[in-house]
């Protein structure tokens, strides 16, 4: 159990386009879901917190206009990069806290992002 | 300063060997304390929770020393398999768990 997808894995864009990544709970309702983000060789930032149905909370220093994100149901979170540029490339992990395991974050697979 | 930091190694030992890492945070309302462990490009996996009183998972010791605000991970005979990073990770309870993770320390056990 506890188990979250990410989708995709990998994407390569253009500068200035946007992303769209998905984070799903599949075997559980998830009540709060997080985005972070990690550059190579450093740690993992939690850019943003989501609960369904209300807007998502920005940690310092995370544009919310550039990283919208979008709980839609219990099971379901988005973050969509707009207007991507090379300096957005970075591994995108999202994770997951519900279901028994109170309080216990289960992550995804993580998203590659690299924006040319 | 760095909210968790971390020597970032890399430890390199031989198969069969104990291995210690360290961590300090430094914010003393830190609730709850975590060892997790990374392998490249991929998402970090729990490994361990950490409390004061110690607490062990077959060749794996974690512990906590909340003065000092210091953690440590020990790994005893090691196995080419734990050749990963290994994240140091606290949390507070801002109405939700909040992760802080440290940059990790990175170990490669060879043959």
């Known amino acids: 159990g506890a188990v979250v997808s990410q989708h995709p894995s990998r994407v390569i864009c253009k500068s200035g386009t946007s992303v769209k990544i998905e984070c799903r709970s599949l075997?559980?309702?998830?009540?709060?879901m997080f985005w972070y983000r990690q550059f190579p060789k450093q740690s993992l930032m939690l850019m943003a917190t989501s609960n369904e149905g209300s807007k998502a909370t920005y940690e310092q220093g995370v544009e919310k206009d550039k990283f919208l994100i979008n709980h839609a149901s219990l099971t379901l979170s988005t973050l969509t990069v707009t207007s991507a540029h090379p300096e957005d490339s970075s591994f995108y992990i999202c994770?997951?806290?519900?279901?028994?395991?109170?309080?216990?974050?289960?992550f995804g697979p993580g998203t590659r992002l690299t924006v040319l | 300063r760095k909210e968790v930091e971390q020597d970032p190694g890399p430890f390199n030992v031989p198969e069969g060997a104990t291995v210690a890492f360290n961590c300090t945070y430094s914010n003393s309302a830190s609730q709850s304390f975590f060892w997790y462990r990374q392998d490249c490009r991929k998402e970090p996996k729990l490994l361990m929770s950490?409390?004061?009183s110690g607490n062990e998972d077959g060749r794996f010791t974690a512990q906590l020393n909340r003065a000092s605000q210091y953690i440590s991970l020990l790994i005893r005979d090691s196995k080419l398999s734990d050749s990963a990073t290994y994240l140091c990770?606290?949390?507070?309870?801002?109405?939700?768990?909040?992760?802080?993770f440290g940059t990790g320390t990175r170990l490669l056990v060879s043959p």
């Open positions: 075997d559980f309702q998830a009540t709060t």
């Open positions: 994770s997951a806290e519900g279901g028994r395991s109170y309080n216990e974050q289960f």
């Open positions: 990770v606290v949390s507070m309870n801002t109405g939700f768990q909040k992760l802080v």
């Open positions: 950490v409390y004061s």
